[in-house]
C-alpha cells in the first residue's frame, strides 16, 4: 500500500521540521512543506495529497490564516482531507471549518502532536474520510446548554460515545475509554444512530452524520 502523502504548513521552521520527521516516522511521505497560507493552497494544488495540515495562526496576516486556507482547500479539493492544529480550544473555529460536512477533517490542539501514534492516528482517520476533534473541543460542544437539541433523546451513556465518536474513536477505542464491551457499545451506537433518524444510512456516513449532528447543535 502506498504511503499517505501529506503538505505541511507551519510558520515556524522548527516546529514544521519536527512534523514532517515525526509523520515520516510513521511511514507517511511529506510531499510538501509551507511557511504562509498562499504557499499552503499552491502546495496542495500542485501535488494533491492525501491530507493537508496546517496551523491556524499563519502569515500574511498571522491571524487565522491557516483556518481560511484549510477552509478553501476543503471547498477546492474535496478529496483531500485538512486537519487544523491550533494554540486554542475555540469550538468557532471547528465549526467554522467542519461547515456543512464533517467527512475528512480534523482539528487537534497542539499539544496532542506529541503522541505520535495518536497523532499519526488522527492523520490517517482524516485521510480515510473520518474525522478527529480534539477532546477538549468536543467536550465544550457537549457541555453547552442548547434549545431544541436533538441530542436530548440520548442518554448520558450514549452522550459519552457520541462524543468519543466526534474525536474520531473507533468502538474498540470507544470501549477502552468507557470501560465496556464491545457488544455494549455497538448497542450504544445504533441506539445513536436510530435515536438520530440515521437507520437507514450506510455505516461510515452514519458516523460523520452524528457527529455532524453533535456540532451543529446549539
Known sequence: MAPLRVVIAEDQVLLRAGLSRLLQDAGMEVVGEAGDAPDLLRKV????????????QMPPDHADDGLRAAIAIRREHPGVGVLVLSQFSDERYALDLIGDDAAGVGYLLKDRVADLDAFADAVRRVAAGGSALDPEVVGLMV?????????????????????????????????????????????????????????????DHRRVLAVLTLLRAG
Open 45 to 56: 494544488a500542485a501535488h494533491h495529497p492525501d491530507v493537508a495540515i496546517t496551523d491556524v
Open 143 to 203: 457541555g453547552r446548554r442548547r434549545r431544541d437539541d436533538p441530542l436530548q433523546t440520548l442518554t448520558p451513556r450514549e452522550r459519552e460515545v457520541l462524543a468519543l465518536m466526534a474525536e474520531g474513536r473507533s468502538n474498540s477505542g470507544i470501549a477502552d475509554a468507557l470501560h465496556l464491551s464491545l457488544a455494549a457499545v455497538e448497542k450504544n451506537v445504533t441506539r445513536i444512530f436510530t435515536r438520530l433518524d440515521l437507520g437507514h444510512e450506510p455505516g
